[in-house]
């Protein structure tokens, strides 16, 4: 190894003294597009098995990766070991797409990494899309924990709305490219722009296929299900789930943790207050992660 | 290209940050920083999309998840671009670290918005050879929205708002403190002109890239008292594309105009900084 590949080779990990939690970028990369593997573990002692966290599909990836980065660290401090995926470039150079089969391959390449270095995967943790895609591969992983955070049920609904935002995205913009609503653009050109996110034709028909509930169809391990509403209300897709999952045998934790939620989770989480930039999620990402901290120590317990 | 993601201690500090490295001996650094934002990937989609193109003019790239965003440890409850020391000091280390790492001489600092402020902070460092600003805000809040920030009590100035004759009062005296003025380190930072490039890049609508004709008369102004060589050193371009503010949401044909304007200028940068890029001897 030279001396700069040494040097850049120490700085894979730190421990964070804080909060008792070591973390470390894998050499190994993940999926089709080559994500990176970061890992989240007690520090300085032996983990009892491992969390895999599946990333979301698109663009809200970027407003959830703190939310992950906390849920692993709080899985750590409870002994586990956590797996968090992050996409970089592509082998062509380009962002990751919107691509359920990529995120998928993605999860089922973090738990072989995590196998062959002797740990168990326990459970799979996902938000909003990534919860459909913890939701997708559950079963195939025989993993026998589930945890989602305002679940996306039906992947339709899912890029439908994905299509809908980024038409009213263009209709504020003074630069709209041609006329095109995005999903008139993807059908004339099998591909369009979500957000900075590229989605091709295959694509969205994979997703607007998927439905959790229709996927699920043997899980009878432990599941949390936590929603978020300013009123305290159960969202649907949370109860369509909750129901299903019993109904499967499974042992269902389903909550709702009341936030005035100023936009929907995945969403851009930063509000003006004059000039300041404020940030309105840090008690809400808190208090998820604490949630799922004490629901994986009760299995312990 | 090779990218490495690595942690880097910055002293108070602990930052995620991925380093990119052309298959040879790099050339020199550019250390790209972004807004306060969404970032799908680590550092920013600009950044991320920089990599290749400089990699094949030999340049290494370094991109940063400030502290308290994305994977970097720490929790930050609001930003402001009038204050940026925390992460200018962070970045200077990290650019120090990973400097030492790849033996190399330069660094080109690149910056979105909050992230020009940072990158212009950086320009202090005999290493730097020059800046590419996206949509930099030249001038400051009001001295009320910093102290709130500072004290984080709104309630406090609620109620001085809500006594009688508050209004009469207080007004002339709060419309002067919040009139926004032109940031004393944007434009101390000029004076490194002597030493490299800075570029300004706005795209369009130029309201939505913090453009404000009244701080660029402060620029003008500053640089009326440098040499002709360093006021040949600044630049300040309109782009067609944008706005460069939200660069992660535009699509792929302004993504890559975009990013090839920034390359060149990076590119630029190195070229005319009085000590060429170089590795180590």
């Known amino acids: 190894m030279s001396d700069t590949a040494a040097k850049l080779d120490a700085l894979r990990s730190h421990t964070h003294a804080k909060e008792d939690v070591t973390e470390e970028f894998l050499e190994a990369r993940l999926g089709p597009a080559r994500a990176f593997a970061l890992l989240s573990a007690p520090a300085g002692r032996a983990a009892r098995d491992a969390w895999i966290l599946c990333p979301s599909i698109g663009q809200e990836h970027g407003n959830l990766r703190r939310l992950e980065a906390s849920i692993a660290r709080g899985l750590a401090r409870e002994g586990r070991v956590a797996l968090r995926i992050r996409p970089d470039l592509d082998p062509d150079g380009a962002l990751?797409?919107?691509?359920?089969?990529?995120?998928?391959?993605?999860?089922?390449?973090?738990?072989?990494?995590?196998?062959?270095?002797?740990?168990?995967v326990r459970g799979v943790f996902g938000a909003v899309s990534g919860a459909m895609v913890a939701c997708l591969v559950c079963e195939d992983l025989g993993v026998d924990s589930?945890?989602?955070?305002?679940?996306?049920?039906?992947?339709?609904?899912?890029?439908?709305?994905?299509?809908?935002?980024?038409?009213?995205?263009?209709?504020?913009?003074?630069?709209?490219?041609?006329?095109?609503?995005?999903?008139?653009?993807?059908?004339?050109?099998?591909?369009?722009?979500?957000?900075?996110?590229?989605?091709?034709?295959?694509?969205?028909?994979?997703?607007?296929?998927?439905?959790?509930?229709?996927?699920?169809?043997?899980?009878?391990?432990?599941?949390?299900?936590?929603?978020?509403?300013?009123?305290?209300?159960?969202?649907?897709?949370?109860?369509?789930?909750?129901?299903?999952?019993?109904?499967?045998?499974?042992?269902?934790?389903?909550?709702?943790?009341?936030?005035?939620?100023?936009?929907?989770?995945?969403?851009?989480?930063?509000?003006?207050?004059?000039?300041?930039?404020?940030?309105?999620?840090?008690?809400?990402?808190?208090?998820?992660?604490?949630?799922?901290?004490?629901w994986v120590a009760e299995e312990s317990a | 290209m090779r990218s490495a993601p690595l942690f880097i201690d910055t002293g108070d500090d602990t930052v995620a940050t991925v380093v990119s490295m052309p298959d040879g001996p790099p050339e020199g650094l550019v250390v790209v920083l972004a807004g306060i934002g969404r970032h799908v990937v680590i550092g920013g989609t600009l950044a991320a999309l920089l990599a290749e193109p400089l990699a094949s003019e030999g340049l290494a790239t370094l991109r940063v998840d400030y502290a308290g965003v994305g994977d970097s440890p720490g929790v930050v409850s609001s930003w402001t671009a009038a204050d940026v020391s925390r992460e200018a000091a962070a970045t200077s280390r990290a650019v120090s670290t990973v400097r030492e790492a790849l033996e190399v001489d330069r660094f080109v600092s690149v910056g979105t918005c909050f992230g020009s402020r940072v990158a212009l902070r950086l320009a202090s460092d005999p290493a730097w050879g020059g800046t590419v600003c996206l949509a930099p805000p030249i001038l400051?809040?009001?001295?009320?929205?910093?102290?709130?920030?500072?004290?984080?009590?709104?309630?406090?100035?609620?109620?001085?708002?809500?006594?009688?004759?508050?209004?009469?009062l207080l007004k002339p005296v709060a419309k002067r403190l919040v009139r926004r003025g032109p940031s004393s380190s944007v434009i101390e930072t000029l004076s490194h002109l002597e030493r490299g490039r800075i570029v300004f890049l706005y795209g369009r609508p130029l309201e939505e890239d913090h453009y404000d004709p009244r701080g660029l008369e402060s620029v003008n102004s500053a640089l009326a008292g440098l040499t002709e060589r360093a006021r040949e050193r600044f630049e300040l371009r309109l782009l067609d594309a944008g706005p460069l503010t939200i660069f992660d949401g535009l699509d792929a044909a302004a993504q890559d105009a975009i990013v090839e304007t920034v390359a060149g200028e990076v590119g630029g940068c190195f070229a005319d900084s009085p000590i060429r890029a170089g590795t180590h001897a």
């Open chain 1, 96 to 120: 990751p797409a919107m691509d359920l089969d990529a995120r998928i391959a993605e999860v089922v390449d973090a738990a072989s990494v995590l196998r062959e270095r002797g740990l168990s």
């Open chain 1, 146 to 294: 589930l945890a989602v955070v305002e679940p996306v049920r039906r992947g339709r609904q899912y890029v439908r709305e994905s299509l809908r935002r980024q038409a009213v995205t263009d209709l504020m913009s003074v630069s709209s490219p041609d006329g095109l609503s995005p999903l008139q653009q993807l059908e004339a050109d099998g591909v369009t722009w979500i957000r900075g996110v590229r989605l091709t034709q295959p694509s969205y028909e994979r997703l607007a296929a998927a439905d959790v509930v229709e996927a699920l169809r043997s899980f009878r391990g432990r599941a949390l299900l936590l929603g978020i509403s300013p009123t305290g209300a159960a969202p649907q897709a949370l109860t369509a789930l909750e129901a299903h999952l019993v109904q499967l045998g499974a042992s269902v934790t389903a909550e709702v943790i009341e936030d005035p939620l100023p936009v929907p989770l995945g969403e851009y989480y930063f509000e003006n207050v004059g000039p300041v930039r404020q940030d309105t999620r840090i008690d809400l990402d808190r208090l998820l992660t604490v949630r799922t901290a004490e």
């Open chain 2, 140 to 168: 400051d809040p009001g001295s009320p929205a910093l102290a709130r920030r500072a004290l984080g009590k709104r309630r406090v100035v609620e109620t001085v708002r809500s006594l009688p004759f508050a209004d009469t």
